[in-house]
């Protein structure tokens, strides 16, 4: 009668252990084989499978250890840091899921990815939109001042160019605001009136680009407005200011948002870090 060779020696009796994966196999296992005069017991089909198709690999004494099992240290698990996936969902409406960053058909909101990972990932979107907040405060803020001019003590902008030309400087400056600050509003607000679903960026795009279109026309061709539209001043009230203003709230508002989610998800990262990268399993004791 053969006797296996893979025995164990333990007070309770003898017990049989796959030679492939290093797991403890009961004698009245199915799996079993003889080889070269001795009959091995396995666990399951594929560890006999695998024996089969290659014996020596386990059997030869240089052979590494069984999948799992050590001769002197527990088996390892490696714990692999979880990947972003190519998968991005929106907050408000977990139903919409794209394979890319982008924004909400819904509501317009940024997408975010479904998949948190362990390194932080360049944040795109609140890079462009603390730029363009940046960009269009500093050309707010004249404008501003430019269209509070009244209340500034001995009005040195009056005294310095006239109305119609402070209207072309106001023009100058709430251009690259609106146009370019503000583009991203005017691509959602487009998209809700295709996708049919109204939200805020519809608002947003209408109130701003109906301001800076007036503005412009004001005064490009301020004789084609009656005099009933003209202030004291003698010109056609302009609201460049207003637009702009609009603009780069909307702009912080955005800024602000991005970075609460940011934070959120860094302290998701965070949680992840204290996860060990390998866990040792211990047996018996």
Excluded at 28 to 35: K, L
Excluded at 177 to 197: A, M
Aim: with cysteine; aromatic share 8%.
């Amino acid at each position: 009668m053969n006797q296996p060779i893979t025995l164990i020696k333990k007070s309770d009796g003898a017990v049989l252990k796959d030679v492939v994966c290093g797991m403890r196999v009961s004698p009245d296992s199915p799996h079993q084989i003889d080889y070269k005069g001795t009959r091995y017991a396995f666990c399951s089909a594929g560890c006999l499978k695998k024996f089969q198709q290659d014996p020596e690999r386990y059997l030869s004494p240089g052979a590494p250890p069984p999948q799992g099992m050590h001769h002197h240290e527990p088996p390892r698990v490696d714990v692999a840091p979880a990947r972003p996936g190519g998968k991005w969902t929106c907050p408000m409406h977990p139903e919409i899921v794209r394979d890319g960053p982008g924004s909400c058909p819904i509501c317009g909101m940024a997408l975010e990815p479904m998949t948190v990972s362990v390194e932080e990932p360049e944040n795109v979107e609140l890079v462009d939109m603390t730029r363009r907040f940046k960009v269009s405060t500093a050309l707010t803020v004249p404008l501003v001042l430019i269209a509070m001019r009244d209340l500034i003590p001995g009005q040195p902008l009056d005294q310095a160019l006239t109305p119609t030309r402070l209207a072309w400087v106001e023009l100058l400056l709430a251009t690259p605001v609106v146009v370019w600050g503000g583009w991203p509003f005017f691509v959602r607000g487009w998209e809700s009136l295709v996708n049919r679903n109204l939200n805020m960026f519809t608002l947003i795009a209408m109130g701003v680009g109906v301001a800076y279109d007036y503005s412009v026309i004001a005064t490009l061709v301020p004789g084609i407005f009656p005099a009933s539209f003209r202030g004291h001043h003698g010109t056609v009230d302009v609201y460049f200011e207003a637009a702009a203003v609009i603009v780069t709230l909307v702009l912080l508002g955005q800024v602000l948002e991005l970075r609460a989610r940011s934070r959120t998800g860094a302290a998701i990262r965070a949680l992840l870090g204290l996860a060990p990268k390998t866990a040792r399993r211990v047996r018996d004791g």
